[in-house]
Nanobody
Framework: QVQLVESGGRLVQAGGSLRLSCLDS????????MAWFRQAPGKEREIVAG????????YYEDSVKGRFFISRDNAKNTVDLQMNSLKPEDMAVYYC????????????????WGQGTQVTVSS
């Protein structure tokens, strides 16, 4: 059973950095593709970054390329999102998601979700 818990969201100034972490308390983490999504008020949930089961393949949404970095530690059952040079438009609730198979872009194809963590960026 996959159980995801995010942490690390807080208020940060524009230009600052933040590291989000997601812990899976289940026993299949190393077999799962993981992704970070975000959802701002009034907007659809969108993928920010994804990583395949062994970390050999990553995906980044265009607006975060070069600023955000996804990584995973299969020994600790964690996936992190390092966010640098944060902008006000990065402000959203960030969600960790998991699925069997590879990284895909559609939120509906991820059956497992965390509760979300709020990232607030002040200008």
């Amino acid at each position: 059973q996959v159980q995801l818990v995010e942490s690390g969201g807080r208020l940060v100034q524009a230009g600052g950095s933040l590291r989000l972490s997601c812990l899976d308390s289940g026993h299949t983490f190393s077999m799962l593709a993981m992704a970070w999504f975000r959802q701002a008020p009034g907007k659809e949930r969108e993928i920010v970054a994804g990583i395949n089961w062994d970390g050999s393949v990553t995906y980044y949404e265009d607006s975060v390329k070069g600023r955000f970095f996804i990584s995973r530690d299969n020994a600790k059952n964690t996936v992190d999102l390092q966010m640098n040079s944060l902008k006000p438009e990065d402000m959203a609730v960030y969600y960790c998601a998991a699925r069997s198979g590879g990284v895909v872009l559609r939120a509906a194809l991820y059956p497992n979700w965390g509760q979300g963590t709020q990232v607030t960026v002040s200008s």
